[in-house]
């Protein structure tokens, strides 16, 4: 998996290590959400659309990675419950400008045990903030790696996924 | 809903595929599933479907059964039908699993069964050998 703030670059990273173009599927939701939205002229139901980005890895003629990026709206977690059954870990994208921005997405997979690591998005090596400082801005045990990367590049993102499956075996190894 | 064209690459034609911003479909997506929100058994979005059906007996099937039959004949994964064939992915779900009653398609559920689909070790091993020779 793949999350992080609305436009931090989840879909580019998808892209840069994707065999295909990244595509997109919906889920329509009708939920009675409570609070949340305008309800005025709906009468307490509200369906809306989630979309997520995908791509896919063949790494072996009976092995297939496929790389989801959530839906950047933290309101659809109960999206990401589905997502994280069967998934090895999750990287966090992360734009320390907006570091409030990935939250919800570190407080969801530190709550669901799901291995993730966090992944510093800066262009060309640009990185207004060491990862030690992030650290302690995130409140980030020292277990999980942090990393800088460009999410546009292809190298960087296989290095980020590279990390999060060694991070995710060490766990398991634990 | 028409069949796509016999032999092109899903992914080159996304413009096709998708069709455009503003057309709306022609039949409301639950329409095709009979009115049921719920697949018969749940289907993981990885899930990697293939076709088994005799191209002989395809001719019988619903359109949208048919769309999905042709397009795996390639391995896809349920994500793919979804978005390749521009379906909600409850409804991607549903007509997926629709066909693996039937016989029609096999599936391949990832993980080791029910064990709460967190991948074991010798899994990650492989996915990380891969990865690094990328």
Not at chain 1, 78 to 85: K, Y
Not at chain 1, 102 to 113: I, K, L, R, T
Not at chain 1, 142 to 169: C, F, G, Q, Y
Not at chain 2, 72 to 99: F, H, N, Q, Y
């Amino acid at each position: 998996m793949v999350a992080g703030g609305f436009g931090v670059g989840k879909t580019t990273f998808v892209g840069a290590v994707s065999e295909i173009n990244p595509l997109r599927t919906e889920a329509v939701m009708t939920s009675a959400s409570a609070g949340i939205d305008d309800l005025t002229h709906t009468g307490g139901k509200t369906t809306t659309t989630v979309a997520m980005d995908f791509g896919r890895i063949t790494l072996d003629q009976d092995l297939i990675l496929y790389l989801f990026g959530t839906p950047g709206q933290d309101r659809f977690w109960f999206m990401w419950d589905d997502l994280v059954r069967g998934a090895i870990g999750a990287v966090v994208l992360v734009d320390t400008r907006r570091l409030a921005d990935c939250f919800p997405a570190v407080d969801y997979f530190e709550n669901s045990g799901l291995p993730f690591v966090i992944a510093l998005n800066g262009f060309d090596g640009s990185q207004p903030y060491q990862p030690e400082e992030v650290r302690e801005a995130l409140q980030i045990g020292p277990d999980t790696p942090i990393i800088t990367t460009d999410a546009r590049h292809r190298a960087d993102a296989k290095s980020a996924l590279i990390t999060l499956v060694e991070h995710a075996l060490m766990a398991r190894l634990k | 809903m028409t069949p796509p064209p016999a032999s092109h690459d899903p992914y080159g034609n996304s413009v096709d595929e998708y069709g455009h911003e503003g057309d709306q479909p022609l039949v409301r997506p639950y329409a095709m599933t009979g009115g049921r929100t719920r697949p018969r058994y749940q289907l993981a979005i990885e899930a990697l479907v293939s076709t088994t059906a005799d191209p002989a007996h395809l001719a019988t099937l619903l359109p949208e059964h048919q769309r999905i039959c042709h397009l795996c004949r390639e391995v896809k994964s349920v994500a793919e039908v979804s978005a390749l064939l521009s379906m909600p992915l409850g409804v991607a779900r549903i007509l997926v699993a629709d066909l693996a009653e039937a016989g029609m398609v096999a599936i391949h559920q990832p993980g080791n069964g029910e064990t709460g689909g967190t991948p074991d070790v010798t899994l990650l091993e492989r996915v990380l050998s891969g990865l690094r020779k990328l």
